[in-house]
Every structure is written in structure tokens, then in C-alpha cells.
T-cell receptor, first 109, second 112 residues
């Protein structure tokens, strides 16, 4: 059975305090691993897709990495506007993204 | 501007009534999707469509119906058979080449 676990469920950081979010997954036939950012009451915003172990992608203060069992979203020197829920979603089929429950990040000024 | 629109943003219905949620995209994407999001749960796939006039059930299709008569449009009907319809509904689309799904702003449906 496909499973994805995101940790921690919630994270509070001081502005400038770097940290990492974890996405652990057990899926058959991983095709890709997607990261999204979701603000309250809005649709998820696409951030990254990772396709193979060892791959890394960066966007501003965010860097996503992928291993065979986990993906990490590293946040360097976060700002209050980085506050959001971050969702990961392994792709298990041509049209199937299996979403985690997310990590709710709060960055305090 | 290219994007995905969902309307309305908030929708209220009485129990026993069918309701249709709108989703339109002008990104020229082939595939479209419907998800529901409930507190404490991940997004769950209701239906998806890879091409006009064709669609497939997702993980939680019972009590829902869709149509795909135009490439740009993928409306979702929540029927009275759906036992717990109150939720946040999200529509997404993706190009065939990458399968990267782009989401609309969502519709919050409340059924009382």
C-alpha cells in the first residue's frame, strides 16, 4: 500500500533560522516527487518536481532533494512570507499524485 | 493571463440537492483533475480526464460525476448520493509531457 508521511506536522521558525522538512514515502513505481506550497484557503502552488535519487532543485530560499525513500525541502534564512503549508506528492502512475498531509510552516519576524 | 478558474469560491447547498462546480483552464493542457481536501487529510483524487470525452474514476468517485465535452472545461457534480460533501474542492490541469499539475483557487462547498 502506498504511503507518504510528512514531518513535522507543524514548524515554527524565527526569521533567518534555516531548517528542513521531510517527506518519507513508500510507493510502488515512483515516477516523480512533487512539492507544492499552499496558503490558507487557496489552491496549491507548484514548486518542484524531482525524478531521480540524488537530484536537487532550487528556487529562491528553497532547495528540494530526493533519495530513494525520502525527499527534503530545505529552507534557508526563511522570511515571514515563506509561511505556508508545504505538500509533497509522489507520482505513482501517469495521473496519480499521492499527497501527504503537509507541514505547516510559520516564520516569525 | 493563463490559468485555471473555479467558480464560485464559496457554495452553500441544502442536503439532498445536486450541485455543479465549475473548472475552466486556458493553459491548453490535455489532462484535468478534481480533488477534495479535508482537514488533516491529504488531497484525494475524485476524477481525472486525459482527453476530451474521456474520464476515469479516482480514489473517491462515489457520489460524484463529471463531464469533459471541451478541452477547457471539466465540471464536477456533487450528487445527493455523496454522504459527506462538505469539503474544499480543487481542480487541476497538467500538460501531457510533464504531468506537473497546476491548481485552481478552489471552491469551498458547505452542505447543511
Amino acid at each position: 500500500e502506498d504511503q507518504v508521511t510528512q514531518s513535522p506536522e507543524a514548524l515554527r521558525l524565527q526569521e533567518g533560522e534555516s531548517s528542513s522538512l521531510n517527506c518519507s514515502y513508500t510507493v510502488s513505481g515512483l515516477r516523480g516527487l512533487f512539492w507544492y506550497r499552499q496558503d490558507p484557503g487557496k489552491g496549491p502552488e507548484f514548486l518542484f518536481t524531482l525524478y531521480s535519487a540524488g537530484e536537487e532543485k532550487e528556487k529562491e530560499r528553497l532547495k528540494a532533494t530526493l533519495t530513494k525513500k525520502e525527499s527534503f525541502l530545505h529552507i534557508t534564512a526563511p522570511k515571514p512570507e515563506d509561511s505556508a503549508t508545504y505538500l509533497c506528492a509522489p507520482q505513482t502512475g501517469a495521473n496519480n499524485l499521492f499527497f501527504g498531509t503537509g507541514t505547516r510552516l510559520t516564520v516569525i519576524p | 493571463d493563463g490559468g485555471i478558474t473555479q467558480s464560485p469560491k464559496y457554495l452553500f447547498r441544502k442536503e439532498g440537492q445536486n450541485v455543479t462546480l465549475s473548472c475552466e483552464q486556458n493553459l491548453n493542457h490535455d489532462a484535468m483533475y478534481w480533488y477534495r481536501q479535508d482537514p488533516g487529510q491529504g488531497l484525494r483524487l475524485i476524477y481525472y480526464s486525459q482527453i476530451v470525452n474521456d474520464f476515469q474514476k479516482g480514489d473517491i468517485a462515489e457520489g460524484y460525476s463529471v463531464s469533459r465535452e471541451k478541452k477547457e472545461s471539466f465540471p464536477l457534480t456533487v450528487t445527493s448520493a455523496q454522504k459527506n460533501p462538505t469539503a474544499f474542492y480543487l481542480c487541476a490541469s497538467s500538460p501531457r509531457q510533464t504531468y506537473e499539475q497546476y491548481f485552481g483557487p478552489g471552491t469551498r462547498l458547505t452542505v447543511t
